[in-house]
């Protein structure tokens, strides 16, 4: 089993934002440029630092290692969590997630 935080929208430029209907998203800019990064936010979970890599970066790694891709999951968010944090209900994860 291989499991990682979701490369796009956990990525160093990731921001939240408000989408055209006004529900939580997210904006992502910088995904291509794989590099060593620090959340900004003092609680956030990667405070101690992260590598960001892409999905594809991922997958080359895992295939060359010759592991097999049997399933893929993207789970949503528990119900106290998504109230809590609601564009936890719109995208897999969000950058400094508790």
Not at 16 to 25: C, F, I, M, N, S
């Amino acid at each position: 089993m291989f499991v990682i935080g979701h490369p796009c929208f956990l990525a160093p430029g990731a921001t939240e934002v408000k989408g055209p209907d006004g529900r939580p998203a997210v904006a992502v800019t910088g995904y291509f440029e794989e590099r060593f990064w620090r959340s900004a936010n003092p609680g956030g979970v990667r405070r101690a630092g992260n590598y960001h890599r892409t999905l594809r970066t991922y997958l080359d790694a895992l295939m060359s290692a010759e592991f097999v891709l049997e399933c893929v999951a993207e789970p949503v968010a528990a119900p106290l969590f998504a109230e809590r944090q609601p564009l936890c209900r719109e995208v897999p994860n969000r950058p400094d997630s508790p």
